[in-house]
T-cell receptor
Framework: KQEVTQIPAALSVPEGENLVLNCSFT??????LQWFRQDPGKGLTSLLL?????REQTSGRLNASLDKSSGRSTLYIAASQPGDSATYLC??????????????FGRGTQLTVWP | ETGVTQTPRHLVMGMTNKKSLKCEQH?????MYWYKQSAKKPLELMFV???????ENNSVPSRFSPECPNSSHLFLHLHTLQPEDSALYLC?????????????FGDGTRLSIL
């Protein structure tokens, strides 16, 4: 069964720092990897989706990389702002024999950016 | 409205009550999902529907009963729940049931079982 691990579990930094959030998965036979953001009491907002054939995706100050063979992904946040404070979740789709569309989630990294 | 809407946002119920959670998507998607988010576990997939047909029941107890009357609506009927069922229940949708379609989530229903 696919297992997804996110490190660190929590991170607190001053505004302006560049951040790296880590995600690892046990089965490299994935179709894609998604990074989500979750604000308190809210649902998930998709930030970036990386297909298994891709190495990275960028959106604004966010950059996600994927090393499928080693089972790792990183989310890089440049010039962090207090508005980036949220929980960031990593999820992978598809493994051997799984139902199409099934996502396996990590527990998330709770990020706090203080002014 | 746009996106995925879930009602109610909060629900408190006793173990003997019967209630239903509702999800509606305005994205024209064909696949819908129910997830459970507990405080001590990663997000867990419960049910998957594609074109109104259930394609997965992820070993969910029978006290949870899903219903998908059309591709825009998804319900989760609840009865005789247990305290450990207290959680945030999230609904999601995607354009199709493939691994290359991003899932769009609602804001969830926070369920508390007394």
């Amino acid at each position: 069964k696919q297992e997804v691990t996110q490190i660190p579990a929590a991170l607190s930094v001053p505004e302006g720092e560049n951040l790296v959030l880590n995600c690892s998965f046990t089965d490299s036979a994935i179709y894609n990897l998604q990074w989500f953001r979750q604000d308190p009491g809210k649902g998930l907002t998709s930030l970036l989706l990386i297909q298994s054939s891709q190495r990275e995706q960028t959106s604004g100050r966010l950059n996600a990389s994927l090393d499928k063979s080693s089972g790792r992904s990183t989310l890089y946040i440049a010039a962090s702002q207090p508005g980036d404070s949220a929980t960031y979740l990593c999820a992978v789709s598809g493994d051997r024999g799984s139902t199409l569309g099934r996502l396996y989630f990590g527990r998330g990294t709770q990020l706090t950016v203080w002014p | 409205e746009t996106g995925v809407t879930q009602t109610p946002r909060h629900l408190v119920m006793g173990m003997t009550n019967k209630k239903s959670l509702k999800c509606e998507q305005h994205l024209g998607h064909n696949a819908m999902y129910w997830y459970k988010q507990s405080a001590k576990k990663p997000l867990e997939l419960m049910f998957v529907y594609s074109l109104e047909e259930r394609v997965e029941n992820n070993s969910v107890p029978s006290r949870f009963s899903p219903e998908c009357p059309n591709s825009s609506h998804l319900f989760l009927h609840l009865h005789t729940l247990q305290p450990e069922d207290s959680a945030l229940y999230l609904c999601a949708s995607s354009q199709a049931l493939t691994d290359n379609q991003p899932q769009h989530f609602g804001d969830g229903t926070r369920l508390s079982i007394l």
